[in-house]
């Protein structure tokens, strides 16, 4: 990329009026080009590595695949693209879980209009961002000794006990002995456990059970 030419940015978030609207506005900005807009975290990926975008300004919560997944993704198979996180959500697990994807920064869209661009710009320069609140809200949980994150309680309690035997490098040959099952049960809610936390795989599972005291 030469030094006048400009930023390419892709955004990508399910409500298409903030979608569109964030695209008309960086449109307008000079040394900006908007590359495409997603729905969900999979399209966003799929036209990421379409168009090669400088920087994806990434919602949290998509349906399909979520923007943090997306963002590790990203971090892998583009890793020259600068990923910056654009939510309403200030959940510190969602925090975490941006910093251990490589993301280039956590704002949240309660963001000035005229900061918007200069945030592209920043992100695309190396600049990592995080939004004041958040930060606060982060160091003051770890002030206090609080866990910055809790176990997600969409799991069941078989999924727990599974994810905790994945933790301590057990095969799903091992938990099915241990749990008196099948080992394609096991099979099954490792995959709905990976899914429903939006891991990459058992090494992942493995650091999420132990930064949740699951161990």
């Known amino acids: 990329m030469t030094a006048d030419a400009p930023v390419r940015v892709l955004i990508a978030d399910d409500q298409a009026l903030i979608r569109e609207g964030i695209a008309s506005l960086l449109g307008i900005e000079p040394g900006i080009e908007v590359v495409g807009t997603a729905a969900d975290g999979r399209a966003a990926v799929e036209l ?8 994806v300004l990434m919602d949290v ?3 399909v695949l979520d923007g943090l997944r997306a963002a590790e ?5 583009l890793p020259a ?3 910056l996180m654009l939510t309403t959500f200030d ?3 969602y925090v975490l879980r941006a910093l251990r994807a490589g993301t280039g920064g956590y704002l949240l869209k309660d963001l000035p209009p005229r900061d918007l661009a200069r945030a592209v710009r920043l992100a695309h320069s ?4 995080h939004d004041s609140a958040v930060v606060r809200r982060l160091v003051s949980a770890l002030d206090r000794g609080e866990p910055v994150a809790t176990p997600r309680t969409d799991l069941t309690e078989r999924e727990h006990a599974v994810l905790r035997l994945i933790a301590r490098g057990a095969t799903n040959r091992e938990i099915a002995a241990k749990l008196f099952v099948s080992e394609g049960t ?4 490792v995959s ?4 429903r936390l939006g891991l990459r795989d058992r090494t992942q599972a493995a650091i999420y059970a132990r930064d949740h005291g699951l161990l």
């Open 48 to 55: 990421a590595l379409a168009t090669v975008p400088d920087v």
């Open 91 to 93: 959940d510190e697990e």
């Open 81 to 83: 693209c600068r990923v």
């Open 73 to 77: 993704l990203l971090r892998e198979r």
């Open 126 to 129: 190396g600049v990592d961002q």
């Open 192 to 195: 709905h456990i990976l899914a």
């Open 61 to 63: 919560r998509m349906p």
């Open 186 to 189: 096991v099979k099954n809610h």
